[in-house]
């Protein structure tokens, strides 16, 4: 894969990137070993983001990535975040104080001197942004971290935060399921301040592979049986919606979740497709090489439009944090 651009500041990173969450915590049943050959098969395959979080276990994916990919560390760009102080019972703190603290123990989980790309996770509302992102802009100077990211953050803070420091990216929910970014004003700020996007669940979580059909399909402790969209109801209902982006992706010679990740690239975003197994790397990294057509993404549109998709992505809880 040729790198592409993140934003207006020099990063540039594989057009598909990796979200390694899974691995380590949320969805079920863990492998280590086939994790380890996975995240090495990606950067096999010229998939050198790799994104995590210190809430992804917590702790342990970071570690996980350190473990399987420590050798390659400069065939890669590392991407992760804060957010939550696991310390104090996993509170929100955007302060700079946790700030400091949130940076050396990512540093020393991953087992590397510099983070690539810097995220705050969730944007905490009793912490101003200009506090938060003048602390992250401090371990830039300090050569600990490079580029600076946000995570499901709304427009006005986006902008108050890149007159502190430079944004280099936004992490987001984008997928054919979850669009609100492309008409909530975030996508159109990103544009205009010249900061990247990057999508996390760019196949809505997994329901656009149209593999998950009923509960039954997930473990027992997999955490999207808490997310409205798996209701079974909820399941049932946007069935129709998933079959005619199958019906799509077959006139294509492609699987759903290609498509998906097709159209979140025609968006302007970078997608960071998450798998715990090297089949479906393979099959996801193969997107990178599909360009929709008008004709496509018109047909995408009116098989999954504005407002079609039954019930919310996340939680009342996880919404509440979203956009601030």
């Known amino acids: 894969m040729k790198d592409i651009s993140l934003g207006g500041q020099g990063l540039r990173v594989s057009p598909q990137g990796f979200g390694a969450m899974g691995m380590s915590a949320f969805y079920g049943a863990r492998d280590e070993t086939e994790a380890v050959a996975t995240l090495n098969r990606a950067v096999d ?9 210190e809430a992804y276990g917590p702790y342990e994916n970071e570690k996980l990535i350190a473990r399987a990919l420590g050798r390659r560390r400069d065939e890669i760009t590392i991407a992760t975040k804060f957010a939550l102080d696991f310390d ?32 705050l996770h969730r944007v905490d509302p009793a912490v101003p942004i200009e506090e938060t992102v003048g602390a992250m802009a401090e371990q830039v100077a300090a050569g600990k971290v490079r580029y600076l990211g946000l995570s499901e953050a709304g427009p006005e803070t986006i902008r108050r935060a890149h007159t502190v420091h430079p944004i280099t990216a936004v992490q987001s929910e984008l997928s054919l399921f979850a669009q609100d970014h492309l008409f909530n004003g975030v996508k159109r700020t990103l544009d205009e301040l010249g900061i990247g996007l990057v999508a996390f669940s760019p ?13 039954d399909d997930l473990d027992r402790d997999d955490a999207r049986r808490t997310l409205p969209w798996f209701t079974p109801e909820n399941i049932e209902a946007n069935a129709p919606l998933v079959d005619g982006v199958r ?58 439009p504005d407002g079609a998709v039954s019930g919310a992505r996340d939680t009342p809880a996880g919404l509440a944090r979203n956009n601030l």
């Not at 329901?207 to 998950?212: E, N, P, S, V």
């Open 247 to 304: 019906e799509i992706a077959e006139t294509r010679g492609a699987t759903p979740s290609q498509i998906s990740l097709a159209w979140v690239a025609a968006q302007g975003a970078v997608p960071i497709p998450g798998t715990k197994r090297r089949r479906y790397l393979e099959e996801n990294a193969a997107a990178v090489e599909i360009e929709l057509t008008e004709a496509e993404l018109r047909a995408l549109r009116e098989a999954v």
């Open 203 to 215: 196949i809505g979580r997994g329901l656009l592979t149209g593999a998950i059909r009923s509960l």
């Open 45 to 53: 395959l010229g998939i050198t983001h790799i994104d995590t979080a």
């Open 88 to 119: 104090n019972g996993a509170v929100m703190d955007g302060s700079p104080a946790h700030v400091r603290r949130a940076v050396e123990r990512s540093l020393r989980h991953l087992g590397v001197d510099t983070i690539d790309l810097y995220y």
